[in-house]
């Protein structure tokens, strides 16, 4: 009954979203929340004041996500009211006008770097709009965004779920970097299918065969120093694999290498450099800021991240809250618990870069306060219905990890691998999924996961660093099928309830990238790797 009580509100949600007249995910992701809480309280008698501290936490934890939206969001209004959008266009235009060279620059090798640098579902919202300004349609755009967009998610945000996801494991350095290693080898054979199934959203098989020679240039240009990085470092592979690859895409596109020649697109009028430098700076200046404040290298990682206390003060029953340092906004002990919940105001990717980068650019493109005005309140409206699913979604999150090693989360993932057994490979990477499904998070999913497939690996004699890399991979692939991502798509392009149509095409190519995990891991990794 634990089991089905726990998967219950899974499969619903699947089916209110994708049935004939679907749910919009700001009315389905709320009432499956209550459905969870009804559960905790009737069946699992969680006490109230757990139940209500998870809740609490859920609001404050929904900031980070909504904040990143609300910024992209505004980011992309003013790139259209500013014209951005359209000199990058017509720059596109003129290295080369075929679709799938733009595609390709945009959608997988540009947004691999903003993974890298970033993470948070940064590079779709930041990607997927450029292609809509280039003539795609959005709701096709949406999903090859979300599809290119699994093969760097292991090292997101400068590596973050590798060495943060794993860290409550305690392994050894050498260990975590196997992990990173095994990953990103099990990541490169997929590369060599996803971004083609992605293509297909948008263009005709025919286009793909003609132009296959520039899509895998485009593909390896990113994929072997990604690779090759993984060896030996867990932080930069995505960054500097996607950095690599977005330069010579764009310089194979504009040699016409691998390409077929578009005789039914005019050619475009070129950007002058000047107007070039000019449309490029607000992105420019973005993806500078979020490197120099996510390399923990240098001193500006550490000043975000500062818990040092500041200032706080105690609000009543509700808990102390805290102001660091570092304006982490925390609040603790909720309602007498053990429970925390913070925000990071300056090192979410929301403030920094996105407002900052639109505040400054806004007096260099000569917006009127009035044009200026209308982008933020524009962004608010649209950012409501997002807000809606996503406070749904974090609150289900939350109410499934109450119980510990007894939680709904952890009864799916225990009974998967008791029913599996020494064939656990062949499913390993499908929990990670799962964790990113309604997580949002390949962070997360190695958070609340981990512990479960290291267990599992111990149990049945598998490689312990085999097992949690198709973790990894898992959390990864699990990015196309992910809430939270899609609604975050899906916002910045103004898709209405279209979330499980989405999720509907989305799922093929995840199923496919953990096939392809599982027969890497089974025949290829032995070769390379002691496991």
């Not at 998870?54 to 003013?78: D, E, H, K, W, Y």
């Not at 770097?113 to 993470?119: D, F, K, N, T, V």
């Not at 400054?360 to 409501?384: D, M, N, W, Y």
């Not at 312990?464 to 910045?492: F, K, P």
Request: some cysteine; charged content about 10%.
């Amino acid at each position: 009954m634990a089991l089905f009580l726990s998967i219950f509100p899974i499969v619903l949600l699947i089916y209110l979203m994708v049935k004939r007249k679907a749910w919009p995910s700001y009315v389905a992701l709320p009432w499956i929340a209550a459905v969870i809480l009804i559960i905790q309280l009737v069946y699992f008698q969680t006490d109230i004041v757990t139940v209500s501290a998870n809740i609490m936490s859920a609001l404050i934890a929904v900031q980070t996500p909504i904040t990143v939206i609300f910024g992209a969001i505004l980011f992309n209004r003013f790139c259209d009211v500013s014209g951005v959008t359209d000199t990058l266009r017509k720059w596109l235009g003129h290295i080369n006008p075929n679709p799938v060279a733009q595609l390709m620059i945009i959608g997988w090798a540009f947004a691999f770097m903003i993974e890298g640098a970033s993470g948070f579902g940064t590079p779709a919202a930041i990607a997927a709009p450029i292609l809509v300004g280039l003539g795609f349609p959005p709701l096709r755009v949406a999903m090859l965004a979300l599809v290119m967009n699994s093969v760097p998610v292991s090292f997101g945000a400068v590596g973050t779920p590798t060495w943060f996801g794993f860290a409550p494991l305690n392994l050894p350095t050498h260990e975590i970097l196997q992990v990173g290693a095994i990953s990103a080898t099990i990541h490169a054979f997929a590369s060599i299918v996803i971004p083609v199934m992605a293509l297909r959203f948008i263009v005709s098989w025919q286009q793909i065969r003609k132009n296959i020679v520039f899509i895998y240039i485009s593909v390896f240009a990113c994929v072997i120093p990604y690779v090759l990085i993984a060896f030996v470092n867990y932080e930069f592979p995505a960054l500097v694999g996607g950095a690599v690859g977005l330069f010579i895409s764009v310089w194979a596109a504009n040699k016409g290498w691998g390409l077929e020649k578009d005789e039914s697109h005019t050619e475009a009028s070129a950007v002058t450099g000047k107007a070039l430098t000019k449309a490029l700076f607000p992105t420019g200046l973005l993806i500078f800021i979020l490197i120099i404040t996510r390399i923990k290298q240098l001193p500006f990682k550490g000043m975000l991240n500062d818990a040092t206390h500041w200032v706080g003060v105690q609000l009543g029953s509700l808990g102390y809250f805290d102001v660091s340092k570092g304006l982490v906004l925390s609040l603790n002990h909720i309602f007498g618990t053990n429970i925390t919940s913070s925000y990071k105001l300056l090192y979410v990717p929301a403030l920094i870069p996105f407002v900052i980068t639109v505040l400054i650019a806004v007096p260099v493109f000569a917006l009127s306060a009035k044009q200026t005005g209308a982008i933020f309140k524009e962004s608010l409206q649209q950012s409501r219905n997002p807000f809606l699913a996503l406070v749904g979604a974090l609150i289900m999150v939350k109410l499934m990890l109450v119980g510990g090693d007894h939680s709904m989360v952890k009864i799916i993932g225990k009974s998967f691998a008791e029913a599996t057994g020494h064939y656990w490979t062949l499913f390993a990477a499908y929990l990670g999924a799962i964790g990113s499904f309604f997580s949002g998070s390949n962070t997360v999913s190695n958070l609340t996961f981990g512990s479960v497939q290291l267990s599992t690996a111990q149990m049945t004699g598998l490689s312990a660093t085999l097992i949690l890399a198709l973790q990894s991979v898992g959390g990864a692939m699990g990015n196309m099928v992910c809430i939270n991502n899609i609604v975050a798509v899906s916002s910045v392009l103004n898709i209405d309830n279209q979330e499980g149509t989405i999720i509907k095409k989305t799922i093929v190519p995840m199923i496919v990238y953990g096939i392809i995990a599982a027969v890497v891991a089974l025949t290829i990794i032995p070769l390379f790797f002691h496991v």
